[in-house]
């Protein structure tokens, strides 16, 4: 349970941020006559920073996974060496 909790947190708060900044730069392009370009692309560059971590994190659980499985599958014995 918590593991999944640490996994939820890790995906939200990028996500989060990704879709706070999506939003302002939304709002900003409908009211605002004068778009700065510095600002709009401040915010896209926090969105790309957020969505290779992102990335990241799904790539380190699906390896993570994937090492599990093959641990798990893994027929281990006993064998004497000494004989």
């Known amino acids: 349970m918590i593991v999944k909790t640490i996994i939820s947190h890790e995906f939200k708060t990028p996500l989060n941020i990704i879709l706070s900044g999506t939003q302002l730069l939304i709002k900003t392009l409908e009211?605002?006559?004068?778009?700065?370009?510095?600002?709009?692309?401040?915010?896209?560059?926090?969105?790309?920073?957020?969505?290779?971590?992102?990335?990241?994190?799904?790539?380190?659980?699906?390896?993570?996974t994937v090492f599990s499985f093959t641990i798990m599958s893994k027929n281990f014995f006993y064998k004497y060496l000494n004989k």
């Open 31 to 64: 009211h605002d006559e004068k778009i700065n370009k510095d600002y709009i692309l401040k915010y896209l560059n926090i969105s790309k920073q957020n969505s290779y971590r992102i990335l990241r994190i799904i790539n380190n659980v699906l390896d993570t």
